[in-house]
């Protein structure tokens, strides 16, 4: 069975830092792609980056591009995300995401950007 | 960027009746890389379609969908209260894969 765990949510600071993880399992971890999603509260969903299966390719949402960075150790079947200079409107849900020809989701961990 | 735009942002609707919600592209969807998600409050969006038409897993066959290349839509022909949620539609035939803004089901 396909898991998707997020850890690593929390309350910080304007302009803080956070690290999120994404540990994956019930699948090859290395050969797919993956990638964040995030939700505000009230909100809709918002992409927000994409890694390669190899790590060697990312993309990022132009709202996060230059503070946000994905990463993933195919020997740990985990994803990254290092989210740094943080702001309020960063404050959501933020759910991992891959697809192995149907779309897996975690549940999603929260994080709280506020003084 | 793709742009997906929902129609109608909300309806009403009571059990039993038939549900038709619209999803348009700005540009063609690659490879009709088009999914329809149900979430419900507190809740991790739950996969209802991919490919713009093939049901997910264990999902009541109530639930259908079609569409290519612009224009798809969803459909629940016999609404049950389970149903009443928000539903968005997602592109990840291109990145960046993005979301339609939702569209409320309510009871009527």
């Known amino acids: 069975e396909v898991q998707l765990v997020e850890s690593g949510g929390g309350l910080v600071q304007p302009g803080g830092s956070l690290r999120l993880s994404c540990s994956a399992s019930?699948?090859?971890?290395?050969?797919?792609?993956i990638y964040w999603v995030r939700q505000a509260p009230g909100k809709g969903l918002e992409y927000v980056s994409t890694i390669n299966s190899n790590g060697v390719t990312t993309y990022y949402a132009d709202s996060v591009k230059g503070r946000f960075t994905i990463s993933r150790d195919n020997s740990k079947n985990t994803l990254y995300l290092q989210m740094s200079s943080l702001r309020p409107e960063d404050t959501a849900v933020y759910y991992c995401v891959t697809r192995i020809t149907l779309i897996y989701w975690g549940q999603g961990t929260l994080v709280t950007v506020s003084s | 960027e793709i742009v997906l735009t929902q129609s109608p942002g909300s309806l009403s609707l009571s059990p039993g009746e038939r549900a038709t919600l619209s999803c348009r592209a700005s540009?063609?969807?690659?490879?009709?890389?088009l999914a329809w998600y149900q979430q419900k409050p507190g809740q991790a969006p739950r996969l209802l379609i991919y490919g713009a038409s093939s049901r997910a897993t264990r999902i009541p066959d109530r639930f259908s969908a079609s569409g290519s290349g612009t224009d798809f839509t969803l459909t629940i022909s016999r609404l049950e209260p389970e149903d009443f949620a928000v539903y968005y539609c997602q592109q990840y035939g291109s990145s960046p894969y993005t979301f339609g803004q939702g569209t409320k089901l309510e009871i009527k």
């Open positions: 019930g699948f090859t971890f290395s050969n797919y792609a």
């Open positions: 540009q063609s969807v690659s490879s009709n890389y």
